[in-house]
């Protein structure tokens, strides 16, 4: 029974993927399938090196006028609201050269297929 309930495993794994899209580059902000947006507008995920500590990577966001909204359990990212009047693309140019920053990207939003 323990042998056959491995085989599930993988099948598994390819279902839970295949439930999450991927952005497609240079479609912008919105699908041309649904003219729906593919990310929430005035936030992105911010991405630092894991010797930045949580103070330090919270005042880099700060000083760029950025409000952490939460910071995720895995790696050392920050989901950022930006400014008001920012756009996603301003967002990721702003934060981009920011010492200890890996990646920055849209918050995308995921849809189930």
Same mark, same amino acid.
């Given at each position: 029974?323990?042998?056959?309930?491995?085989?599930?495993?993988?099948?598994?794994?390819?279902?839970?993927?295949?439930?999450?899209?991927?952005? /497609?580059?240079?479609?912008?902000? #919105? @699908?041309?399938e649904t003219g729906a947006q593919k990310w929430v507008a005035g936030e992105v995920? /911010?991405?630092?090196?894991?010797? #930045? @500590?949580d103070a330090i990577a919270r005042q880099r966001i700060e000083h760029q006028g950025g409000i952490v909204l939460r910071r995720f359990r895995t790696g050392n990212s920050y989901h950022v609201e930006l400014p008001d009047g920012l756009s996603v693309e301003q967002g990721i140019e702003i934060f981009k050269p920011e010492p200890g920053v890996i990646l920055v990207e849209p918050n995308y939003r995921l849809k189930r297929r």
């Amino acid at each position: 029974m323990l042998k056959l309930s491995w085989l599930w495993l993988p099948l598994l794994f390819i279902a839970c993927v295949n439930t999450v899209s991927e952005p /497609v580059a240079g479609q912008g902000d #919105v @699908s041309k399938e649904t003219g729906a947006q593919k990310w929430v507008a005035g936030e992105v995920i /911010v991405h630092f090196e894991t010797q #930045v @500590s949580d103070a330090i990577a919270r005042q880099r966001i700060e000083h760029q006028g950025g409000i952490v909204l939460r910071r995720f359990r895995t790696g050392n990212s920050y989901h950022v609201e930006l400014p008001d009047g920012l756009s996603v693309e301003q967002g990721i140019e702003i934060f981009k050269p920011e010492p200890g920053v890996i990646l920055v990207e849209p918050n995308y939003r995921l849809k189930r297929r």
